[in-house]
């Protein structure tokens, strides 16, 4: 069966290697961007343009087709960005979203919204999906409105929460990215005091978009590894993992300089979605091998044995 799949905001880290991943495994697939990027990928503003002049026509499901799903990655994942930008944000991430799932429902095609745990206060911490939002950010609270809506009115459609991602390659915008790039340029990680994650690599993600597809996922999901640190912890054990040394330095949200709440404890429970797939998810410590591999062949000092 070939499945097709719309990538909104391919050219963003989850969606390019949920579009690279679809393309690997067969799927009929087209990918978005928002600016100047990939030419492979359609341009669309989220604000400003219709699906309709994206999506052909021939790309939608038809009674003797296989399914039609689109990916809903475009986003400004930047929390103290939606608190100065509120409106803006707003109109964005809940507004124009939720008109275009609306949109793509109309057709026929499923949607998966890409979630956050930023919905929670991060007081408990190993939530799982049973437990109720309660965001204390803005763009939680963004995230959680169209949750809402998704349960209300899209419940045979599918949200997936994440946690914070990490990726295996240095050049790509990701946490650990900018820890190397810190720890390069002035020997020390800074990284917010207390906080508690569930760090997730982003070609797990990819693989559990593609397994939610294939096995017709719906309602709402934690895609998170069962592995969690502090930040500290984490970037001491990636300093380990590179076999280098940097000074770490964990500091309150207000010390960093970051304008909006920031929930301390925000690793999840994916127990329920590795149960429904089968899934295994990469382990930090592969992670942190991979990275320096390809830190190691970038740069010519690492050995990649």
Avoid at 89 to 99: F, I, P
Avoid at 269 to 284: K, L
């Amino acid at each position: 069966m070939t499945h097709k799949l719309l990538v909104i905001g391919a050219s963003g880290l989850i969606g390019r290697h949920v579009f690279t991943l679809a393309q690997k495994e067969g799927f009929d697939v087209i990918g978005t961007r928002c600016s100047n990027g990939n030419p492979a990928f359609r341009p669309y503003n989220l604000l400003e343009d219709d699906i309709a002049d994206v999506m052909p026509a021939s790309f939608l499901p038809t009674s003797d087709a296989a399914s039609c799903h689109a990916v809903i990655c475009a986003a400004v994942p930047k929390i103290d960005y939606c608190f100065t930008h509120r409106e803006e944000s707003r109109q964005m991430h809940v507004e124009r979203t939720l008109r275009l799932v609306k949109r793509l429902d109309a057709w026929g095609v499923k949607t998966i919204y890409i979630s956050s745990d930023t919905v929670f206060d991060g007081v408990r911490g190993y939530y799982d999906e049973s437990m109720p939002p309660n965001p204390i950010c803005e763009y939680g609270r963004q995230k959680a409105d169209v949750e809402a809506a998704y349960e209300e009115f899209f419940p045979n459609h599918l949200v997936l929460r994440l946690s914070v991602i990490v990726g295996d390659d240095p050049a790509e915008g990701h946490i650990l990215s900018r820890w190397h790039q810190s720890r390069v340029a002035t020997g020390q990680i800074t990284c917010i005091e207390g906080q508690i994650l569930s760090p997730t690599y982003v070609g797990d993600v990819a693989e559990g978009v593609i397994r939610s597809i294939e096995g017709n996922l719906s309602g709402l999901y934690h895609l998170a590894n069962s592995e969690f640190f502090t930040g500290e912890e984490l970037a001491r054990q990636f300093l380990f993992g590179l076999g280098e040394s940097a000074k770490v330095i964990p500091k309150t949200p207000g010390e960093i300089g970051l304008l909006d709440r920031r929930p301390q404890k925000t690793y999840l429970n994916g127990s329920r979605f590795r149960q429904a797939t089968a899934m295994s998810f990469t382990s930090m410590s592969e992670v942190f091998r991979r990275f320096r591999q390809r830190a190691g062949a970038e740069e010519g000092q690492i050995s990649l044995l």
